[in-house]
């Protein structure tokens, strides 16, 4: 049976992923900050790891499966990891820092596997740093909507568990 706690982070969790069900600029979206609050706020590591990807899978086969999935799912898995570093250290500072972190994870990760997977750049230095630059426009949105999502996930969370004593970490839970 799960505790209140993990209730409301599987619950703020599946809403954020929803929330890329409603039109939204493109790369204006939850992935790092799920990746990161997940991360952040289990006290189990497969927890970290499976609900928020468990929240990103149900909504990706809501919305359409996409080429190149390995490498979004790749770059979630590493930003969650960022969110078990931050998670003993969590401060507004380290978190819009981790956030951005996210970001350009995301960033290189995603269009690095654009450039092997396509025939759209040429296998070299510059067919590379001419895919990344043919993706910078589209990289603001990504920060924005990390910043936006990990201010919402952290900050909305944070104001809950103020509220709610029950939805607070027991000592226990917390790691050493």
Known sequence: MLK??????LAVILA?????????PFNFAPIGALALFGGAQFADRRAAF????AAMLLSDLCIGLYRHMEWVYCSF??????GLWLRPRRSPLR?????????GLFFLITNFGVWLNDALY???????????????????????????Y???????????????AVLRETPAASPA
């Open 4 to 9: 209140p706690r993990q209730e409301m982070l």
């Open 16 to 24: 954020a992923a929803m929330s890329r069900l409603i039109p939204h």
């Open 50 to 53: 499976l609900v928020p990807g």
């Open 77 to 82: 898995a590493l930003v969650v990891c960022l």
């Open 95 to 103: 978190i819009a820092g981790a956030s951005l972190c996210a970001s």
């Open 122 to 148: 040429g296998r070299s230095l510059a067919g590379l740093v001419a895919c990344y630059v043919a993706a910078i426009p589209f990289f603001g949105n990504t920060l924005l909507g990390d910043a936006f």
């Open 150 to 164: 990990s201010l919402v996930l952290f900050g909305g969370f944070t104001l809950l568990e103020n509220r709610f």
